[in-house]
Nanobody, 126 residues
Framework: QLQLVESGGGLVQPGGSLRLSCAAS????????MAWFRQAPGKEREFVAA????????YYAESVKGRFTISRDNAKNTVYLQMNSLKSEDTAVYYC???????????????????WGNGTLVTVFS
């Protein structure tokens, strides 16, 4: 059973940076594309970024393109989200997830994911 645990959230000022981590419990993690989603208060959970199993391909929501970078280390069973130039609208609980596909092609939507972490809160305040 794949378990995902996020960490790295916190408080940051606008323009600042944070790096989130998502640790997976089993080696089969390395076979799956992984994604980050986020959910702001009162809003639906939305896609942020995805990375293929081999790191060859990445895919970003327009709202974070150029500011966020997704990466992974399969030897450590971990996926990362480097967030730079943070804005107040980035405030949300961030989740990692997978639907066990290998690549990033196709739609990424919250209802299609099979596994979720519990989330880590990112608050961008001035």
């Amino acid at each position: 059973q794949l378990q995902l645990v996020e960490s790295g959230g916190g408080l940051v000022q606008p323009g600042g940076s944070l790096r989130l981590s998502c640790a997976a419990s089993v080696r089969t993690f390395s076979s799956y594309a992984m994604a980050w989603f986020r959910q702001a208060p009162g809003k639906e959970r939305e896609f942020v970024a995805a990375i293929s199993w081999s790191s060859a391909f990445t895919y970003y929501a327009e709202s974070v393109k150029g500011r966020f970078t997704i990466s992974r280390d399969n030897a450590k069973n971990t996926v990362y989200l480097q967030m730079n130039s943070l804005k107040s609208e980035d405030t949300a609980v961030y989740y990692c997830a997978t639907d066990r596909r290998a690549g990033v092609s196709g739609s990424w939507y919250a209802g299609g994911m099979d596994y979720w972490g519990n989330g880590t809160l990112v608050t961008v305040f001035s």
